[in-house]
């Protein structure tokens, strides 16, 4: 018996070994043929040296300091536009050059204001489009480019770093300079640029242009200044546009964006590219920001710019300087024509006249005069030193207020719109609204729901956050934030804690079959619910998403 026990274990220890010899086998055999295959792929490039990345480390310069300073000071601008209506035929503008833009100079917007350049059918309902601005104060003003705004239902403003879309608040505009205010109420302060005198603005200087091409927030692109003092005759653009030039790549998106100098210091506002296609050339053209802040200044004590005017329209020879030289005089404004009734023609100014100073200041051309008398006061005197016929004359001259002046002249002063639109007249809210009218399932539709609870949608409100984030007539609400939704009640308790700013997720079920049409709600004036109410298919039952944004600021 002992025999057979010793012979048993004996068998044992030799599977056992049998086994271990097979494994440690194996276990060799694979790590051979991994050495073998790790080997056969380093053969793919036996002299290459594999690459290290190095320890994280910020090499820094001038630039990166300035985009880091700026960034929390320049805004996206996102605005519905009103269709516009065809413009009219515009002819020689008096005190002015012609208004229409070659089309080698564009603004950022395409003739009918589509964002990012393209044109939009003059019939399209409602469309967006996009641009820049600069916060200049700490409450929430806002400098930027008038056509970005042009014709807007509703302003928003998105700030760097913050998810929260501001309700923006015209505050007035200047057609001649392209120019706008705006406002946002954040209930914190915000970080305002710094501004530098551009008139030390130097051709060679570093520019640094920020702002959102194509929707792409806080984007910087560097280059130089590259000419200065490019004159409305040189470019077709307004009287009072004297522009800086710079290859700082700026895109459309970039207009109403700050242009800066090495130190961050804002030198002017993005407004105007030359290009033969839509893109950035290389030339690009700013408002010099001692411009913008004689507008800024008094856009904020009167809602718009008051300048004088004495209602002449001024010759504007291809080269002015052989012209005057012909007629004997090197410096000048020749008058072309009188406007009937105003101030020079009241103050016996005459056609063919050439105004060589003002007040006792010499007058270069007629870019200089227009600017002398529209800095004059209105209702002030301006004492023209005129050269008639060879002979000098000395006439005296009130200065009237160019808006009123050419009031019924689009083409000079704008279209004259009131200031009192929908973005004029935003106030900060006393509470949160979601903008969709809610109703109780009824049980049919409760049956559909795996959740067996949620409210229907009836009604959404135009230009309400429901509408901008996806909410559709139809469409099942059963929570907001995961907080359960079963009634109107429901949502006023997740309302009351909420605030502007705050995120807010619905959940969305589409493809709830609602009741039948003789069992829909009617609206006020007794009208049916719209047919997307009253029916919707249903493919695999009702199909669940998260609808979120973030509600609107003040």
């Given at each position: 018996m002992k025999l057979f026990e010793k012979m048993r274990q004996q068998k044992l220890m030799s599977m056992a070994l049998m086994l271990f010899t097979l494994s440690v086998g194996i276990l060799i055999g694979t790590l051979i043929n991994t050495q073998v295959n790790a080997a056969r792929d380093q053969n793919a490039?036996?002299?290459?040296?594999?690459?290290?990345?190095?320890?994280?480390?910020?090499?820094?310069?001038?630039?990166?300091?300035?985009?880091?300073?700026?960034?929390?000071?320049?805004?996206?601008?996102?605005?519905?536009?009103?269709?516009?209506?065809?413009?009219?035929?515009?002819?020689?503008?008096?005190?002015?050059?012609?208004?229409?833009?070659?089309?080698?100079?564009?603004?950022?917007?395409?003739?009918?204001?589509?964002?990012?350049?393209?044109?939009?059918?003059?019939?399209?309902?409602?469309?967006?489009?996009?641009?820049?601005?600069?916060?200049?104060?700490?409450?929430?003003?806002?400098?930027?480019n008038n056509h970005v705004v042009e014709n807007a239902t509703k302003i928003r403003v998105r700030l760097h770093g913050d998810p929260a879309d501001y309700r923006g608040r015209l505050i007035g505009t200047d057609y001649e300079t392209d120019l706008a205010v705006i406002k946002i109420d954040?209930?914190?302060?915000l970080q305002p640029v710094t501004i530098a005198n551009s008139d030390s603005?130097?051709?060679?200087?570093?520019?640094?242009a920020i702002g959102s091409p194509f929707g792409l927030e806080a984007t910087v692109t560097a280059g130089i200044v590259s000419a200065i003092g490019r004159s409305p005759a040189q470019l077709g653009a307004r009287t009072f546009q004297h522009f800086i030039q710079t290859d700082a790549a700026i895109n459309p998106g970039n207009s109403g964006g700050p242009l800066l100098?090495?130190?961050?210091?804002?030198?002017?506002?993005?407004?105007?590219?030359?290009?033969?296609?839509?893109?950035?050339?290389?030339?690009?053209?700013?408002?010099?920001?001692?411009?913008?802040?004689?507008?800024?200044?008094?856009?904020?004590?009167?809602?718009?710019?008051?300048?004088g005017s004495i209602g002449v329209s001024l010759d504007r020879s291809i080269e002015p300087e052989v012209t005057l030289k012909a007629?004997?005089?090197?410096?000048?404004?020749?008058?072309?024509?009188?406007?009937?009734?105003?101030?020079?023609?009241?103050?016996?100014?005459?056609?063919?006249?050439?105004?060589?100073?003002?007040?006792?200041?010499?007058?270069?051309?007629?870019?200089?005069l227009i600017s002398h008398v529209a800095d004059t006061p209105v209702g002030g005197t301006a004492s023209l030193s005129v050269d008639r016929d060879s002979k000098p004359v000395t006439l005296k001259v009130t200065v009237a207020d160019r808006s009123e002046l050419y009031k019924d002249r689009p083409d000079i002063v704008g279209g004259g719109k009131p200031l009192e639109t929908i973005t004029s007249k935003v106030e900060v809210p006393t509470e949160v609204k979601f903008g969709f009218r809610p109703r109780p399932l009824t049980e049919q539709e409760r049956d559909s729901v795996d959740t067996r609870r949620g409210v229907m949608v009836t009604l959404?409100?135009?230009?309400?956050?429901?509408?901008?984030?996806?909410?559709?007539?139809?469409?099942?609400?059963?929570?907001?934030?995961?907080?359960?939704?079963?009634?109107?009640?429901?949502i006023r308790k997740v309302q009351e804690k909420l605030k502007p700013g705050?995120?807010?997720?619905?959940?969305?079920?589409?493809?709830?079959?609602?009741?039948?049409?003789?069992?829909?709600?009617?609206?006020?004036?007794?009208?049916?619910?719209?047919?997307?109410?009253?029916?919707?298919?249903?493919?695999?039952g009702p199909q669940g998403l998260y609808l979120s944004g973030i509600l609107p600021g003040r």
């Open positions: 490039a036996p002299d290459a040296t594999p690459l290290t990345v190095p320890r994280l480390s910020a090499l820094g310069n001038d630039f990166t300091a300035l985009a880091k300073k700026l960034e929390p000071s320049v805004v996206n601008i996102t605005v519905d536009v009103a269709p516009s209506e065809k413009s009219e035929a515009r002819g020689q503008a008096p005190d002015d050059n012609s208004d229409e833009v070659p089309d080698f100079f564009r603004r950022f917007f395409g003739p009918n204001g589509g964002p990012n350049g393209e044109d939009v059918p003059q019939d399209a309902p409602k469309r967006q489009a996009s641009g820049s601005g600069f916060l200049v104060d700490k409450n929430g003003y806002i400098v930027t954040t209930g914190r302060p603005v130097q051709v060679g200087d570093w520019a640094v100098n090495i130190r961050g210091e804002v030198i002017g506002v993005n407004t105007m590219i030359a290009t033969s296609g839509r893109g950035s050339e290389g030339v690009g053209f700013a408002l010099p920001v001692n411009m913008v802040a004689r507008a800024y200044n008094d856009i904020i004590r009167l809602g718009r710019v008051t300048r007629l004997g005089v090197d410096h000048g404004a020749i008058v072309e024509s009188i406007t009937k009734g105003g101030p020079a023609d009241k103050g016996g100014l005459r056609a063919g006249d050439i105004i060589v100073a003002v007040n006792g200041t010499a007058v270069k051309d007629g870019d200089d959404v409100e135009q230009d309400s956050f429901a509408e901008e984030i996806g909410i559709q007539n139809g469409d099942v609400i059963d929570a907001i934030n995961r907080q359960p939704v079963n009634s109107l009640e429901d705050d995120a807010v997720a619905f959940h969305v079920l589409k493809g709830v079959t609602p009741p039948p049409a003789a069992a829909a709600p009617r609206s006020g004036r007794g009208s049916r619910v719209p047919a997307a109410v009253q029916s919707r298919p249903v493919a695999d």
